[in-house]
């Protein structure tokens, strides 16, 4: 079974730094990647995927994902965070063929944007 | 494109009494949808998964005489919860996968579902 591992529970930064989140994955094929961004009470929306082709996928709102097979990673960037960057982030991986695919979600990490 | 809704997005009800929440995709057909439920703080828990004109699939330790699901159409998928409790309260989001994209494995998810048992 697959399974999604965000070792950063909350993490803070300054409007206009940088911003790296971790995700780590564990699934015995190549992986359907994705990573969720959700404002409090609100659905899920998709910041970007990766299926194959390009390790290095861009997303919407200026993120991007680079895809490691060594390192198991999928992790999110963004060169300049922005105060509406302030949510929770979940990494997923989907996995399975045919009629049953199945999407696991890691815990989340919750971004604190600060003046 | 690609929008999934859900309705009611905030009900609250006494213990003891159903609820029932809609999913619709509303500009694509989805052969499968899934029902999440998220506690404060924690992720996403998948509950169940329905295809279109057959019965759903649990996950372990979800009650499926708890939590009634339906799929009767290509663009709607309800869930009832029976008998609500107090630890029923929870947010209830559902997704759908869309029938000409399902090699993607893609989700489009809905606004969720505040749920509050009294």
């Known amino acids: 079974a697959q399974s999604v591992t965000q070792p950063d529970i909350h993490i803070t930064v300054s409007e206009g730094a940088s911003l790296e989140l971790r995700c780590n994955y564990s699934y015995g094929a190549t992986p359907y990647l994705f990573w969720y961004v959700q404002s409090p009470g609100q659905g899920l929306q998709l910041l970007l995927k990766y299926f194959s082709g390009d390790t290095l996928v861009q997303g919407i709102k200026g993120f991007e994902a680079e895809f490691k097979r060594s390192q198991s990673s999928f992790n999110l960037r963004k060169p300049s965070v922005h105060w509406s960057d302030a949510a929770e982030y979940f990494c997923a991986v989907g996995a399975g063929s045919g009629g049953y695919q199945k999407v696991t979600f890691g815990i989340g990490t919750k971004l604190q944007v600060i003046p | 494109g690609a929008v999934v809704s859900q309705h009611p997005s905030r009900v609250i009800c006494k213990s003891g009494t159903s609820v029932k929440i809609e999913c619709r995709s509303l500009d694509f057909q989805a052969t499968t949808m899934f029902w999440y439920r998220q506690f404060p703080k924690q992720s996403l828990m998948l509950m169940a998964t329905?295809?279109?004109?057959?019965?759903?699939?649990?996950e372990q330790g979800v009650e499926k005489d708890k939590f009634l699901i339906n799929h009767a159409s290509l663009t709607l998928s309800t869930l009832t919860v029976t008998s609500a409790h107090p630890e029923d309260s929870s947010f209830y989001i559902c997704s759908a996968r869309d029938r000409e994209q399902s090699s993607y494995n893609e989700q489009f998810f809905g606004p969720g579902t505040r749920l509050t048992v009294l």
């Open positions: 329905s295809n279109e004109g057959s019965k759903a699939t649990y």
